[in-house]
């Protein structure tokens, strides 16, 4: 069979490629199969001690067959294949060699909640909590039911920092601390409580790391080299993984396809020793590190880091990798144990580590003992993980424009043209890295629930170059009251593999859109897709009465769009990343990772940016009105930074503290709803500002969040945020990529700083040159090893155009180029 | 219904849209219909004067509804629906809605020839006539039987100048005097003789121009503003359209999506009116302009061209594009009528011009006076067309590297590892815009007729990051006798609508290679795909004794490649475009349109590259050796340049004469056959070099080749090129575009000019300016119109970075930046 497939379906050719025989699972028998005197099987052993037992017993071809994803088990011993590569990314999703339900029946399906992107925009962690609580469940109905894995392959949490990514789907968005505070929530959704005696299913913290391209003009994920300085590192790429690593003790990482600095990511030790186990604390004898699918071979080719096969596995073992997605260690782990490149002891902790995993699953335990093996297919898609997939929709869909025509009122229409590519949308819902939904209501089915005449055409997408179609969206717009455009993007632009190009709206939807908009009649414009579209000619206008952004909104997603329509549930969502102008494409390469505007970038992120958006990051509007009040907090206070210091040293009681996370100060903010709408969620951000440590200064930098819910009309007892600062909230990020608290003058605005609704401001006082607060490990801290030649021509895998360094003469006479028309 | 299909399928996406009730074809009926009183209706009236008479009974709505490419016909009058849109770029493919073919027995098929620039590789002008005619008769066997209609929107004859051009594969390659002379034969093919009394069908030159460019990096095809000299385009752009208009007398054009120096060619009347209809004659009553589907729409947006639809619409028509791809002309022309932004004169022209068309093809003629109306289903894949579908892919396969292997002897071995993503390819051999083929012979399938073992298996392919199958590809490989492998790239990483980002072997693909390659078997490596690939390694690699390219070969073309393996087709193509090393990618950006080197580019094409390419344009290697001697020819003598005019203008008798026909020599090139092969083909190419005119002078340029069929071993008449030269032979193009003729020494080699075989010298005198021997029209001679302002914001479709003149700084650096493992 021809893999003529397209580029999206990168993940379902690996898995193609990749598939054996495994299609059930199944658990070792402790109690009277072959391993059953071992301390493997000894419940009251540490997993460390279970694990390094277990592998004690296997020969050395059984060891080395046991590194790649599809682990084939140990026969003789009684263990079973497992299968290491599972996806949930919204949801049960993927098991090698393919998708884990069954035709019909039990085990036929899984709840499917929205993009990672459209729950970002929601602001809401316990929501996130709840929805990978629902995930993990489900997920464990399916391995006791032999259809999945335990570990899964999820979140991928690399900061969403250029529009163009074709991945960003998969994030929560464009802010570090909004990814550190979303997925600690998810994880701990995912794993259940640290302290609890077996993990739910064990959560994998990707792509580890500066992994943000997939291949964009000649700069192909797998060979390219992330130029990453220390202080965009710590300040931007690192914080979602510190807090995996740190803070919520993730079972397993991935390292990722790209090189950062001129090291692959899997072969690097200062990446996953020096920094991930040592500094993060992430020394746990179950958390292992996954290399993404074919990475290790990457390291050989086409990234010339090793010069023989043996030695790219050898690299990548030594300096952290325990686990291959693929079969490199496998195949050439034997010939690299022969000369000598690796030992017992590397080959012994990798395995020790995956083995540990499975202990803290309870693999190795009786199914009685333990509540995850109790949860069966009635677990699935109960009537909770219904409502919360919509509730999820409901509360990520962004408003950002309307006139006054939304919520739309049902009694004044009879009927509604629902035009475009997304009109009918249902697989497309679910964006990417997904298994079978229960539903999949389009917004096609969810208009018709209205009890008003809809008047469906598709009109064209983003990638059809025809308008012409003989006008069937023209008809229905001609017979009907209101225009509703479902369109934007989806997974045809912008997907794993292929990173977008452009952020205007193709000239061909445009056109259709504008023309629906001269028809005289109220018209209501959706985006989808994750990318934003730039909107500017939508938002000037005055044809179109409100603009909508919906992302991938999951199985509900037609009803969730119409419940914010129609004003069941007001929206609340707020833009979880920034919405560039058109031209921001040409004015930054993709492969250039700083983050801060210079002669040859306009900066990256609200924080960077020093363009205007279309609409900034946080943005979002409501059909009512709030007022905020902060009730509690600094408001004119001083503090000496030594004091803040001592102070918090003092409260911790490990050896090591971690001052960045101590406690600042909470704002008890105050909303009021000041109406029309008698009730709406409101989500409150914290934006820290002000100019203390070194130019340039970001122009703002969310610091809290935290959503409140049904926020009623002039409430008695106003709703309170509480907004958490620590110290690391008030830090800045050196050139060393140190954290120090500096001398200055500080404001929290609530809200986005374009239109804030209160402010607070205090000052911190000390010496000029500031206090670290956190130390970074210093590169020769670690080596980093390798450095091999392969034999190919010097230069062959030289990439493209525009990279890093490349883009300041291309980016200005690019325009003038592509200036048409006159 | 979603459009959710690759990129890959904008024509078939864009079929879908337009899809209307039309399935079957018919003819009007002069004899008894409503218009048997009609002069159309009158074969004894010229063309022009017979459509003019239907147009005349046309009312304005008719006339409206008939300008785009679904035509309702006039049911009034007994005038059928017709579908303008038919294409056969390399056999009978689809007409709208969909592919012609029925589901089993009559029309169930057509012949299925090889991609064009696999043909092209061939450089055999009979062999082109001969394939051509083989189409245009099943096309009208498909039109006898009410499948499709008479015109087909063939050739695409773009200059294949960029490696990454995701349709390159359609063309012949990258050199215009090949692509002038291919086209005149095949051209002559698919329409017959120009005295004929009835076209066969009509061809359309395609696209009109500067149209090579599919959606880099944000510069879409839809938007693109080519930047082109005078000099590039008379040099290199036009020639093909030259040939098309001023010499095959095409019966269509159509123009391009892109601008070219600011203008949507279909809205450039300087284009369509004074270099097409005037400069070059192009001037009969039935020749016409089609816009490129949507092409019209996209002068509104994106292009920006014309404020209002209307506008679009009323410029297009008045440039001279006469009929629409698309239903903007239907839609718009209406109320440009009402706006007086078109009146009846510009309406009736386009009108005239497309129905005179169909009265030359005999749609108004009883069926039998026509030979063409008597072709049947029974003159479809005749055996003549079999045979010449494999004739046409043996010829074009290029062998690159052998080190004695080849021709494999089948005595010698038991078995073969046939190994690749192509290795069992059916419908990828046919490429794009193919219908549906008596049979797909793969590889595979030719392999199995050997009589030997063949052990089959897939292996990694371009887009396939994982190398990883558990070593199938290895398993195949260790227990046969040679190891054949056939990969490369295909329609998922080139088809329309995606541009290629990179020249090399992906990691995976080139691991697999290197790694089977190290077994100590012979391995053949056959890369297929129309964009070459950097092969350094392969050819590097002392275990790999033999590389071949092979294109997209089409129905036959896995025995094909097996008849050339196996020397019953001794190999004799040719490259039609240059090896670039991967690293071109990064020097110059796609959207660079300029030919000659500079600062900021190394030149295009093997004229102008300054590089050292991998494979030079016209490489090809023999199983057999071959010597050279030029036995009639110029050598040694010497020209005076107003001789040769004053000699020629007094042999042309038109009134205008057209000095570049003009012969100048013609060279006698005996071939002679020196062993060990019995009989091999050999393709005599001549290129002129010197340093006459104005530097910088181009490397070479290809004057005249032939195709020697079955060259005998030392035979004692050996076989004889005859290669003709013209005035234009030797003419520079100065930066107006005039074609001068220079005094100076020049040479002609026969063989490329990396390798001569044979050489001839002469002198032309003159003064030193030259004398001009073609005038290019100036800009100012015709007008352009438009430049309306759209009302979407300022830099809205701004393209992307690495367009033109951007190229400087960006290419050195990124090169550094991505240097990779050190």
Redesign the interface.
Known sequence: ????????G?AA??AQ??A?ELTTFGFPDCANGPLKDNLVCDGSASPRDRAAALVNELTLEEKFNNT?N?SPGVPRLGIPAYQWWNEALHGVAFTLPGKPMTDSGNFSYATSFPQPILMGAAFDDELIYDVASVISTEARAFSNGGRSGLDYWTPNINPYKDPRWGRGQETPGEDPFHLASYVQNLIRGLEGDQGDPYKKIVATCKHFTGYDIE??????R????A?ISMQDMVEYYMPPFQACAREAKVGAFMCS?N?VN?VPTCADPWLLQTVLREHWGWDQEDQWVVGD??AI??V??????AAT?EQAVADTLKAGTDLNC???YP?YLPGAYEQGLINDTDLNRALTRTYASLVKLGYFDSAEDQPYRQIGWSDVNTQHAQELALKAAREGIVLLKNDGLLPLSLDAISSIALIG?WA?????MQGNYYGIPPYLHSPLYAAQQLGVTVNYA?G??Q?????????AEYDAAAKSDVIIVVGGI????ESE?LDR??L?W???Q??MI??LASYGKPVVVVQMGAGQL?S??LV?NANISALLWAGYPGQDGGVALFDVITGVAPPAGRLPITQY???Y??QI?M?DMSLRPSASSPGRTYKWYNGTAVFPFGFGLHYTNFSAEVTAGPDGQSFAIADLIASCSSNQTTTTPKLDLCPFTALSVAITNTGPLPSSDFVALAFLTGSFGPAPHPRASLVAYQRLHDVALNATAPSVATLNLTLGSLARVDESGDKVLYPGDYAVVVDVPEAPLARVEFRLTGEEEGVVIERWPRLDEGSRVG???????E????????????????????????????
């Not at 797998?222 to 080299?225: I, N, V, W």
């Not at 990638?463 to 006008?471: A, H, I, Y």
């Not at 989806?490 to 632009?493: H, L, P, S």
């Open positions: 069979m021809s893999l003529r497939t397209s580029i999206a990168v050719l690996a490629a990749l054996v790649g599809t291949n964009w003009n000649g700069n192909f797998y060979q390219f080299d130029q396809y090189a001129g699918c074919d071979q990457n050989y080719l086409p990234h010339e880091w096969r693929g079969t490199y195949k590519s009918n949308a249902t697989e497309q598709e064209t997408s990638d059809n170059p025809t308008t012409d179609d003989w006008g989806d997974n045809d632009v593999g190009l452009a205007a193709s000239g061909p445009l056109d504008t023309r730039d500017t000619p000037a102008p058109a031209r494409t040409s390469p492969t450095e091999g030649v392969v034999n190919v021509p230069g062959y895998y030289e990439g493209g155009f525009g990279s890093r360094n490349g883009g300041d003469d291309g980016v200005g006479q690019g325009q003038e180029v592509l200036g048409v028309g006159s």
